[in-house]
């Protein structure tokens, strides 16, 4: 083999090397059960030995063993920021798949457990509701029913201390509710002047 060609595989294997770390970095989970690459994130030298012919998204890479020395003399020569920027993909590479090694198993939201689980949540959920728009159309109904009575008041005096009466009752009643259903507390409400039944304003 002659000294040129000797160096233009050693230049592809390095390129191939580089592709295949940040082919790692991009997705981790590819290569958790790839004990050969794994090895050889441990270190520089490691990386450098490497062998392997792997075939990535339709693209066959081969990736052949060199010395440190002129691992680290071919990517000064052709990759962008020299030796220490593959030294930070390696790096990198091995972080990406340690922390993907390092996340909770997926659920699987298909099995009978996770499927009754959801069936829970969503009964709990609902019958929550349910008692909201009760507790709502209680108060509703308790409002209008004394209404009449504000509106049957023969003095104002009166007609005020009804009113703070039924707002008094709204909030008590609507506290019953969730958090998330509850009305906010009436600091002030003005009480409007009106005519009482059967009498007409001068």
Same mark, same amino acid.
């Given at each position: 083999?002659?000294w040129?060609?000797?160096?233009?595989?050693?230049?592809?294997?390095?390129?191939?090397?580089r592709?295949? !770390?940040?082919?790692?970095?991009?997705?981790?989970s590819?290569? !958790?059960?790839?004990?050969?690459i794994?090895?050889?994130?441990i270190?520089?030298?490691s990386?450098?030995?490497?062998?392997?012919?792997?075939d990535l998204?339709?693209?066959p890479?081969?990736?052949?063993?060199?010395?440190?020395?002129?691992f680290? %003399?071919?990517?000064?020569?052709?990759?962008?920021?020299?030796?220490?920027?593959?030294d930070?993909?390696?790096k990198s590479?091995a972080l /990406?798949?340690?922390?993907?090694?390092q996340?909770p198993?997926?659920?699987?939201?298909?099995?009978?457990?996770?499927? @009754?689980?959801? !069936?829970?949540e969503a009964? @709990?959920?609902?019958?929550?509701?349910?008692?909201?728009? @009760?507790?709502?159309?209680?108060? !509703?109904s308790?409002?209008?029913?004394?209404?009449?009575?504000? $509106?049957?008041?023969?003095?104002e /005096?009166?007609?005020?201390?009804?009113?703070?009466e039924?707002?008094?009752r709204i909030?008590?009643?609507?506290?019953?509710?969730?958090?998330?259903?509850?009305?906010?507390?009436?600091?002030?409400?003005?009480? $409007?002047?009106?005519?009482?039944?059967? %009498?007409?304003?001068?």
């Amino acid at each position: 083999m002659k000294w040129d060609e000797g160096k233009t595989i050693q230049t592809a294997s390095i390129e191939s090397t580089r592709t295949l !770390l940040l082919a790692i970095i991009d997705t981790p989970s590819k290569y !958790l059960d790839e004990p050969i690459i794994r090895d050889s994130l441990i270190s520089q030298g490691s990386l450098a030995k490497l062998e392997l012919e792997i075939d990535l998204e339709g693209e066959p890479l081969r990736i052949r063993p060199l010395s440190i020395n002129t691992f680290k %003399k071919r990517c000064e020569e052709r990759i962008p920021g020299g030796f220490p920027a593959i030294d930070r993909l390696r790096k990198s590479a091995a972080l /990406a798949i340690n922390k993907e090694e390092q996340k909770p198993p997926k659920k699987n939201n298909r099995t009978r457990e996770s499927i @009754l689980e959801q !069936l829970a949540e969503a009964n @709990l959920s609902l019958d929550v509701h349910k008692r909201s728009n @009760l507790i709502l159309l209680q108060t !509703l109904s308790d409002v209008r029913s004394k209404l009449d009575g504000v $509106v049957s008041a023969q003095d104002e /005096a009166t007609r005020k201390v009804r009113a703070a009466e039924i707002l008094k009752r709204i909030s008590a009643i609507t506290s019953l509710n969730p958090e998330m259903y509850q009305i906010p507390p009436i600091q002030k409400a003005a009480v $409007v002047s009106i005519a009482a039944k059967g %009498k007409k304003n001068d």
